[in-house]
């Protein structure tokens, strides 16, 4: 068991998919979502492959904030919706993450990306409070995007035609930028750690952002 998740497997609604024991579904999960007890199945193995990895935290780590976004366009089967991902470390650990499917369909790559830029942001900011309340203090926080046209959009004071469609409460990502909270920053995408979040990896991708 290399990866939790696999690249060849397309979910979607299956009404046509054999019946699965819902009381075991739900324990899995929750909640019963879809019939898809196979895809869940191959993460819950995944720990059990691989017992020597784990979350560190070293006491020597420093205690600077960053973040990363990604988003999964249009990722969705059923409706399209797009996926926010992303993940906030403290030094060099991984404290928060979220995979979470976008309120509306995005139109654009463009739009998927600043909204998942949007929900990072709103993150770090409540961490730089609560953390502030144990005496940390924190400069602008770097949160890293791997969308340039995203970025620009944050940047620009000016709103385009191709974004006022934008939920206004997004825009809050520009005003930080602006208050110098947070600082927008281009990252590649081989290097995008929320890129892991988005979507199932092949192994070399999987491996090399779950070891960064």
């Not at 059923?78 to 993940?87: A, V």
């Not at 650990?93 to 942001?121: D, G, I, M, P």
């Not at 035609?161 to 920053?185: A, M, N, P, Q, W």
Request: proline fraction near 3%.
């Amino acid at each position: 068991m290399t990866t939790p998740m696999s690249t060849n497997t397309a979910l979607d609604v299956d009404e046509d998919g054999e019946a699965v024991d819902q009381k075991e579904f739900r324990g899995m999960i929750g909640s019963l979502l879809t019939s898809h007890r196979q895809a869940v199945k191959r993460i819950f193995r995944y720990p059990k492959f691989t017992p020597e990895l784990g979350l560190w935290y070293s006491s020597g780590s420093s205690l600077s904030l960053r973040g990363f976004s990604d988003a999964d366009h249009a990722g969705c089967w059923i409706d399209r919706k797009s996926t926010s991902d992303t993940c906030q470390l403290l030094g060099t650990s991984l404290v928060s993450w979220s995979s979470r499917k976008q309120a509306s369909v995005a139109l654009s790559t463009t739009e998927a990306e600043y909204v998942a830029a949007a929900s990072c942001c709103s993150q770090l900011l409540w961490m730089k409070a609560t953390l502030s309340d144990f005496g940390l203090r924190f400069g602008r926080i770097p949160l890293l995007v791997d969308s340039t046209s995203a970025i620009s959009v944050a940047k620009n004071p000016v709103l385009h035609s191709r974004t006022k469609h934008i939920d206004v409460r997004f825009h809050f990502l520009r005003h930080h930028y602006e208050k110098r909270d947070i600082d927008l920053v281009h990252v590649v995408s081989a290097n995008q750690l929320a890129d892991i979040f988005t979507k199932p990896l092949e192994f070399d991708a999987f491996t090399r952002l779950r070891d960064a």
